[in-house]
């Protein structure tokens, strides 16, 4: 019998309703620092959740080890004791797919722990002071449920991020697929030299604080992108987490020029996923499309508080994206910085925090490479500054976006993301005076 | 978990080539509740458990981890961890090394007063409702729009077994409590998210306060959204900073920085790097009142262990003595690079993870000024008490922290509040610029990031009131 239908066999009995997710995931990664490999990983994983409700209650477990009866029969008993939930929604009738997409290569890769295929043809002694790490997961998942949910599902992903240094300054990329293709890690790695090496000739200049013209590559697009998806889950409006609480579909909150997606069915990408995690099928969507918000993201229970439709995004107690795109624009890559003429060029971002979530007003710290743009040329580089803003007034201000879409996760971009490079006419800058 | 398996799997590691071995069985049991708007949402358990096996190999790390504790699939993780080490050690100039240390033989628990398992976690649930209900939440014209309480315990357990002789048994149990109030009226909004962690038994709910603590902060809403003016134009005036505010720059202005595999670029691309690569040891960065410790035994704390992940025994580390920088905070690697002995700052999130350097309880130490005495010297200036947004570069030297409950000081008197003030501020500036440190040292619960899988870790922050002279607000 198989782990899920023992754990099926155990819990049946005792709830209503339930839903048994097992994912088994075989891991690989290469960390490096100073264009030296620091640790190699490798991880063998298997994460059991279980999901119950009884009487409209809910309780869930999840547990790493391969025997779960104590796990569960704390949780049945317990369920009893709670009380209904105001989430609580009756699981929906199953109607997902099954989507796979393995890469015979990096199962070869992850079993062999071939490091040479990872990092061999990357050249790390030509470069400087190359950190980074190289990620290569091989998965395969099953969902079953009460309501008649089966599905078993398989993937691969190859995905890492690179940073290198030339003196002082820096230069960072990143990449993420479900194919091996080691040219990604080449190409982000050729970017990464690229900016920091174009960074290292040009003067450093300190930025003055002020509302500054800006071009934001896709590592910068990634990250603050990824939290107005963030902010189109029901699930951050219910919690308060989230600047478009007010908004319904139909109402316009940016530039018309910007269309944002959730796309689950992308197969290149990682969270690809046929089914969300209530067996409903996955769909790709428009969260917002030319400057207009299309709705929020929804499981059965945020759709039943909201009186929306599940869009197929259930995690099993809030709703959650799987890959996300934005669409690209016009601007070609030689371009760019003519369209931007005079004002900054920011290519990586982190730190992003909020001071009122439901205002959306945040700040974000620049890392890496910064260009000083006059008209049109890159006069002067800087870095270290802070974007501090309104989203609201960021959406607002897309003038134009590139015209290729990069495939971007790292440390501060958790979902998988295709974006292209995004024109700002205004945005706000600071940093410390002395 | 059997003593026995983890010796014969690190004897396994050694006789297959590892120079040095070692292995940890890492389990944490959790029971978790949320409440939304006084209703409770659910409940859940968290059983996350197995070994991981760090080997070193001709210089090279190799670390694996498995969740199936079975002597088979154990030495098989051992094999994987000797490939990866291998592996690792071909693409490498200088072979890694630890520094000598004297291994660690000790088992111990933290006590609960009131264990957790003394009472069935339904009356926990009662429990934290009571509290939650009892917090009167909608003032004047302010409406609380969304009110989420989570609760926490958790039993986290560790066997570390290394091959130079460390023993190490611990179980640290844990209680903690996240909230999120968000709140408006007419066109203004905002939000207060707060955390708060020991380590004991169920106790430390009580000690908590929770009731007061929710109520202050929901009377920071009504102050934010409904009373507070903007401050007119940025200018140069002193700052007298809250103790929540103090501890959260301390933990990021200098524990972060201090923190030697990030002064050695091994987390370059992820947390980034640290202004102590240029600035050494004996560097004045700030003021004579500036002495900041991270401290892992201190008794009850949220960031406690006695013996680290590495089997080391811990102890409290000054990392700014009087203004001036000292010792950094160091794993075994990371010493061996700068010729010192380890001062126990390894630690591991699970069994996932490698034991990577880390903060603990860091604290910017107190002196002797009462709140009151810090105001009545100046003449103009902000008293910031709480903060929502703050960030700092990577490396860590450009910092901010903006106010959600923050006043106007006139003559020594604080007056009108004043909404989201800002205080961006350079780490040099700012510890320079403290001209007065209180007594009142509090301490406030954080789960710090960095590492890659990225390994959130239960650390205190901590720090009294200080003042700042003269410098900029906007």
Redesign the interface.
């Given at each position: 019998m198989s782990l899920v239908d023992d754990i099926v066999k155990s819990v049946r009995d005792k709830v209503d309703e339930y839903l048994v997710s097992v994912r088994e995931s075989k891991k690989f990664?290469?960390?490096?620092?100073?264009s030296?490999?620091?640790?190699?990983?490798?991880?063998?994983?298997?994460d059991v959740s279980l999901y119950i409700t009884k009487n409209e209650?809910?309780?869930?477990?999840?547990?790493?080890?391969?025997d779960?009866r104590?796990?569960i029969a704390?949780?049945a008993t317990?369920?009893d004791?709670?009380?209904k939930?105001?989430?609580y929604a009756k699981l929906p009738e199953p109607n997902g797919e099954t989507l796979n997409y393995m890469d015979e290569d990096i199962i070869d890769i992850i079993e062999n722990?071939d490091?040479?295929n990872v990092?061999g043809g990357l050249e790390?002694n030509n470069y400087q002071?190359l950190?980074?790490?190289i990620d290569l997961t091989a998965w395969k998942s099953t969902l079953k449920g009460s309501n008649g949910a089966e599905f078993n599902q398989m993937g691969t992903s190859f995905n890492g991020?690179?940073?290198i240094?030339r003196g002082e300054v820096s230069g960072?990329w990143a990449w993420t697929s479900t194919s091996y293709d080691l040219n990604m890690a080449k190409r982000a790695i050729q970017v990464a030299f690229e900016l920091a090496d174009e960074c290292s000739k040009l003067p450093m200049e300190k930025v003055d604080p002020g509302r500054y013209r800006v071009l934001l590559s896709p590592m910068v697009v990634a990250n603050l992108i990824s939290h107005v998806v963030a902010s189109a889950s029901a699930g951050s409006v219910?919690?308060?987490?989230s600047f478009l609480h007010g908004y319904k579909p139909g109402d316009s909150v940016a530039s018309h020029v910007l269309t944002l997606r959730d796309a689950p069915r992308d197969r290149s990408m990682p969270d690809f996923s046929g089914h969300d995690d209530e067996g409903i099928i996955t769909r790709d969507k428009a969260i917002i499309e030319n400057g207009v918000f299309k709705g929020f993201l929804h499981n059965t229970k945020t759709a039943r508080l909201m009186k929306e439709e599940t869009t197929g995004n259930a995690g099993w107690?809030l709703p959650r994206p799987f890959n996300v795109l934005v669409e690209p624009g016009s601007l070609k890559p030689s371009e760019m910085l003519e369209a931007l003429g005079d004002g900054l060029y920011i290519t990586n971002n982190?730190?992003?925090?909020?001071?009122?979530?439901?205002?959306g007003?945040?700040?974000?710290?620049t890392?890496d490479a910064l260009f000083i743009v006059k008209n049109g040329r890159a006069t002067a580089c800087s870095s270290?500054v802070?974007i501090?803003d309104l989203m609201p007034n960021l959406l607002y201000a897309i003038e134009d976006l590139g015209s290729e879409v990069w495939p971007i996760q790292w440390?501060e971009v958790e979902t998988p993301s295709k974006v292209p490079f995004m024109l700002v006419s205004e945005l706000g800058i600071?940093?410390?005076?002395? | 978990m059997d003593q026995e398996i983890l010796g014969e799997i690190v004897d396994f590691a050694l006789s297959s080539g590892a120079s040095y071995a070692e292995a940890r069985y890492h389990s944490i049991r959790s029971f978790t509740t949320y409440i939304?708007?006084n209703?409770?949402?659910?409940?859940?358990?968290?059983?996350?458990?197995?070994v991981s096996i760090r080997v070193l190999v001709n210089g090279?790390?190799?670390?694996?981890?498995?969740?199936?504790?079975n002597k088979e699939n154990l030495i098989d993780?051992v094999k994987?961890?000797i490939?990866?080490?291998r592996?690792?050690s071909?693409?490498?100039?200088k072979p890694i090394t630890l520094s000598p240390e004297r291994p660690s033989r000790i088992k111990y628990r933290v006590l609960e007063k009131i264990p957790l398992n003394s009472i069935?976690?339904?009356d926990k649930?009662d429990e934290l409702k009571d509290i939650v209900k009892s917090v009167e939440l909608n003032r004047g014209p302010m409406k609380v729009?969304?009110?989420?309480v989570s609760y926490e315990d958790n039993v986290e357990e560790k066997m570390i077994i290394n091959s130079e002789g460390a023993l190490v048994e611990s179980i640290i149990p844990r209680v903690e409590v996240f909230y999120?109030?968000?709140a408006?009226a007419g066109d203004r909004?905002?939000?207060r998210w707060n955390q708060l962690g020991v380590t004991g038994g169920l106790e430390a709910l009580k000690n908590m306060n929770l009731h007061d603590v929710i109520d202050d902060d929901v009377n920071s809403l009504y102050i934010n959204i409904v009373k507070a003016q903007q401050l007119p134009s940025k200018s140069r005036m002193d700052v007298v900073l809250s103790p929540e505010i103090v501890a959260l720059s301390t933990h990021e202005a200098a524990g972060h920085p201090s923190e030697a595999d990030r002064v050695?670029?091994?987390?370059?691309?992820?947390?980034?790097l640290s202004y102590r690569r240029e600035l050494k040891e004996g560097y004045k960065i700030g003021s004579e009142h500036v002495t900041i410790i991270d401290d892992p035994t201190i008794p009850g704390s949220y960031g406690f262990y006695l013996v680290d992940d590495e089997g080391v025994q811990a102890r409290p580390k000054v990392l700014i003595e009087k203004g001036v920088l000292k010792e950094l905070l160091h794993n075994r690697e990371t010493a061996s690079v700068f010729g010192v002995n380890s001062n126990a700052s390894a630690r591991a999130m699970d069994?996932?993870s490698?034991p990577i350097v880390r903060m603990s309880n860091t604290y910017l130490a107190p002196r002797d000024y009462d709140f009151e005495e810090l105001v009545e010297d100046v003449n103009e200036g902000i008293y910031m008490k709480k903060y929502?947004?703050?960030?700092?570069?990577?490396?860590r030297?450009?910092?901010?922290y903006?106010g959600?409950e923050a006043y106007y000081i006139k003559n020594g008197r604080i007056m009108h509040p004043l909404r989201?003030v800002?205080l961006?501020?350079?780490t040099k500036?700012y510890y320079s610029s403290i001209d007065a440190v209180g007594k009142d040292l509090t301490f406030y619960a954080g789960t710090c990031g960095k590492g890659?899988?990225?390994q959130p870790l239960p650390v205190w922050m901590g720090g009294p009131h200080v003042r700042l002279k003269n410098v900029?607000v906007k």
């Open positions: 990664m290469v960390k490096l620092s100073n030296e490999v620091t640790v190699v990983q490798s991880w063998i994983e298997y209650r809910i309780a869930v477990t999840s547990y790493t080890s391969r779960p104590e796990a704390k949780t317990l369920i004791k709670l009380e939930s105001p989430l722990g490091i040479e990092i790390l002071g950190s980074g790490a991020y690179v940073r240094f960072q219910i919690l308060g987490f107690i982190w730190y992003t925090r909020f001071q009122n979530y439901l205002e007003r945040f700040s974000s710290v890392r270290r802070r501090s440390w600071t940093r410390p005076e002395i | 939304l708007n209703q409770v949402l659910g409940a859940s358990y968290g059983d996350s458990e197995g090279g790390l190799g670390f694996a981890s498995t969740s199936i504790i993780t994987k961890a490939s990866a080490a592996a690792s071909m693409s490498r100039r069935p976690d339904e649930i729009t969304s009110y989420t999120n109030i968000s408006s909004n905002a939000n050695l670029g091994r987390e370059a691309a992820q947390a980034g069994y996932r490698e929502m947004e703050w960030n700092i570069d990577d490396y030297w450009g910092a901010r903006v959600l989201n800002v961006e501020i350079t500036e890659e899988p990225p900029e």
